[in-house]
Nanobody
Framework: QVQLVESGGGSAQSGGSLRLSCKVSRRFGSSNCMGWFRRTPEKEREGVATISWDDSTDYADSVKGRFIISRDHTKNTLYLDMNNLEPQDTGIYYC?????????????????????WGQGALVIVSS
């Protein structure tokens, strides 16, 4: 059973930065795609950023230029660096991973492609 555990959520002021981490319980290779989703008061679920098997990335327009998704295979960890935060970024952030075999994902990919989900990390941005 694969488990994903997020950390790094918290509070920040508008314009500030936070880093989310997602630790995967077992070794995953480049054939696993991963992503960050969020639930906000406006949207039940929104794809924020994804990273595919070849480490290509995709971002929602609302975070493009502010957020960076990356991963460290040696640490089995996915990251989301959030810069220039805005109050609209407030929400619960979930990391997710696909099973081997899914080669490419984008932020508009169906959440059903992601077989594994973390428990969520709360991010609050105040103005």
């Amino acid at each position: 059973q694969v488990q994903l555990v997020e950390s790094g959520g918290g509070s920040a002021q508008s314009g500030g930065s936070l880093r989310l981490s997602c630790k995967v319980s077992r070794r995953f290779g480049s054939s696993n795609c991963m992503g960050w989703f969020r639930r906000t008061p406006e949207k039940e679920r929104e794809g924020v950023a994804t990273i595919s098997w070849d480490d290509s990335t995709d971002y929602a327009d609302s975070v493009k230029g502010r957020f960076i998704i990356s991963r460290d295979h040696t640490k089995n960890t996915l990251y989301l660096d959030m810069n220039n935060l805005e109050p609209q970024d407030t929400g619960i952030y979930y990391c997710a991973a696909t099973d081997t075999g899914v080669k490419n994902v984008v932020v508009t990919s169906s959440p059903s492609l992601f077989a594994y989900w973390g428990q969520g990390a709360l991010v609050i941005v105040s103005s």
